[in-house]
């Protein structure tokens, strides 16, 4: 079983509409998670950065993080079609240990914003 | 602002061929991170440098190796290639100085296809 599962998807839904994305982890290690956007063929990019539960809200983006259940979430609110992407969440461990830094993603879920 | 640049982008090499991958960080970056992508899969971890040295150590061949100059860049080298090593290969930097949060940024990837 993966560290971390992410919900595959695909996920297709309208211009405007509310977008939820999910992943669970295992690894209680993991105090640092991150959401990140691929477009096909290019490298991650960084959307959020979390390190503690509860909401952290950026413009038309919120990352939630529930450590006592091991799972987060990001939100994309009034979707529009540049959001199409794959978005793939990332979890790393605590500082200081010899794996600080080394990023465990998960499996990524397409989503398809359609006007 | 710069970003993580990779070089080549896109490398052919035929089976048991030799490739060296090259990543410049972000300036004042002191961390990177190489990550393997195969087809429809996600990231996974090589390998990592901090300051010059490495920092940890993940699913990466025997027949690979990498290293961290004093400029900070940092060169994978790929040997004795086989067709399953055809992936997309990230290279991520970040910053772990005090304040900082070591969030890694990547880079646009160089394609590698082993024929």
């Known amino acids: 079983q993966k560290e971390v599962e992410q919900d595959p998807g695909p996920l297709s839904v309208p211009e405007g509409a509310i977008v939820s994305l999910n992943c669970t982890y295992s690894?209680?290690?993991?105090?640092?998670f991150m959401w990140y956007r691929q477009y096909s063929r290019k490298g991650p990019e960084l959307l959020m950065y979390t390190y503690s539960s509860g909401n952290k809200e950026d413009g038309r983006f919120t990352a939630q993080v529930d450590k006592s259940s091991k799972y987060i979430s990001l939100f994309i609110r009034d979707s529009q079609p540049s959001d199409s992407a794959t978005y793939l969440c990332a979890m790393s461990p605590n500082a200081g240990g010899t794996s600080y830094g080394k990023l465990t993603f998960g499996q990524g879920t397409i989503l398809t914003v359609h006007p | 602002a710069a970003g993580v640049i990779q070089s080549p982008r896109h490398l052919i090499k035929e089976k048991r061929e030799t490739a060296t991958l090259k990543c410049y960080p972000i300036p004042r970056h002191d961390t990177v991170y190489w990550y393997q992508q195969g087809p429809g899969q996600d990231p996974q971890f090589l390998i990592s440098f901090y300051e010059k040295m490495q920092s940890d150590k993940g699913s990466i061949p025997d027949r690979f190796s990498a290293q961290q100059f004093s400029d900070y860049h940092s060169e994978l080298n790929m040997s004795s290639l086989e067709l399953g090593d055809s992936a997309l290969y990230f290279c991520?930097?970040?910053?772990?100085?005090?304040?900082?949060?070591?969030?890694?940024?990547f880079g646009p990837g160089t394609r590698l296809t082993v024929l």
């Open positions: 690894n209680s290690a993991f105090q640092y």
């Open positions: 991520a930097s970040s910053s772990r100085l005090a304040g900082s949060t070591d969030t890694q940024y």
